[in-house]
């Protein structure tokens, strides 16, 4: 139900989102932007196409340039492209 509300709201405003921050990130978080995985930390950057995984007993926040918020519970992948989200 809310990634219904989102898109339709991504559609109204025309925004292109390329990029979000971690905002919380616990326990084992990775981010892989094509070079391989790396330990992820508040505060990160990441960009589309990129990957965040989280293991076990793990969770992570994205707030995307519009404020809209991503949360990502244990054992979770997470990858987005800015035109899909339109």
Same mark, same amino acid.
Request: proline share 0%; charged share 25%.
């Given at each position: 139900? %809310?990634? &219904?509300?989102?898109? /339709?709201?991504?559609? !109204?405003?025309? /925004? #292109?989102?390329?990029e979000? $921050?971690? +905002? +919380? /990130?616990?326990? =084992? !978080? $990775?981010r892989? #932007?094509?070079?391989g %995985?790396?330990q @992820?930390?508040?505060?990160?950057? =990441?960009? $589309?196409?990129?990957k !965040?995984? +989280? @293991? &076990?007993?793990?969770? &992570? #926040?994205?707030?995307f340039?519009?404020s809209? =918020?991503? *949360?990502?519970? &244990?054992?979770?992948l ?5 035109k899909e *989200?339109?």
């Amino acid at each position: 139900m %809310a990634f &219904a509300q989102f898109l /339709v709201m991504s559609s !109204v405003w025309g /925004v #292109e989102l390329k990029e979000a $921050e971690l +905002t +919380t /990130v616990k326990n =084992i !978080v $990775e981010r892989d #932007e094509g070079s391989g %995985a790396q330990q @992820a930390k508040t505060n990160d950057k =990441i960009q $589309e196409k990129s990957k !965040v995984t +989280t @293991a &076990a007993a793990s969770m &992570a #926040e994205l707030t995307f340039t519009d404020s809209s =918020i991503t *949360r990502m519970g &244990a054992n979770t992948l997470f990858s987005f492209q800015s035109k899909e *989200r339109l």
